[in-house]
């Protein structure tokens, strides 16, 4: 049964990798996605040939946001990347027609802590923001801004909004399934983020 299983799996696998590779090479696009895509222009290729895929991932690599020394000038150029790469999908992502179904989480696995450290950058920290775009999103702020001096004993910021909310929402706002319960073990309210 393991076997049967894992040949499955791999059988699954190449077949995946195939209709992405068909997809990325029938796939163009005149946007600009800037100098750091973030492989968004392959997400976009799937989405266009119709990959049933529901979810997509992808990060910087090896771990670019990871900044301790002179941060200033880095994480300045990296939140550049960032923006362009993620407006250079939503561009193409209208141009393709598909804005109504598509729309995009930005996140970070870690947060930074207030106080510049001794290399002058900051260490990593337990509260962050998130940020979600595309045509259903209801612009605006949501959850309290934490505050810049009521730190806790690290010096982390004190986080006012548990992020699992925000993946409450886009799983049962967006994604509309109704099963975030399940998915975060817990209840979390939600946001009114889409429309």
Known sequence: ATQTYLNDVALSAREASSLVRSAWASYDSSVDYGIASLQLPKVAACIAAGLPTRLYYVAFRNNA???HVQQGPLHQRLLTYAADAVHGFIRDIERLGHADRVSVLVFSEFGRRVPENTSLGTDHGSANVMFLAGKNVNGGHYGEAPSLTDLDEGDNLIYTTD???VYASA??????LNKSR???NGEFDTFPIFT
């Open 182 to 184: 399940a998915v975060l």
């Open 171 to 176: 799983i049962d706002g967006w994604l509309r």
């Open 163 to 165: 992020f699992r909310r």
């Open 65 to 67: 946001f990871d900044t």
